[in-house]
């Protein structure tokens, strides 16, 4: 496989997939990142952990409906050009 700017962005897209798709309860709380775990005080500097985890629910609930319409060009793009 060619290093090309559509791998580049398929790359990019599988890997807001796989942000996407991360359940909270399921996964994020077993390993201790779920809603409950590092809420700060008033005035405490955010953590790298709660950083984290508004951008996975920022990913999660931005980009659903632009990740179906990208998905889908990219999957109309591959069958069409293999």
Not at 32 to 56: C, R, T, Y
């Amino acid at each position: 496989m060619a290093f090309t700017l559509y791998s580049l962005i398929q790359a990019a897209i599988l890997c807001v997939n796989a942000v996407a798709v991360l359940h909270e309860e399921r996964f994020l709380s077993k390993i201790g990142w779920g809603a409950d775990h590092g809420i700060g005080g008033f005035g405490d500097e955010p953590g790298i952990k709660s950083q984290l985890m508004n951008l996975v629910r920022s990913v999660r609930t931005v980009m659903r409906v632009p990740l179906i319409i990208v998905n889908t060009v990219a999957i109309v793009l591959l069958l069409l050009f293999g």
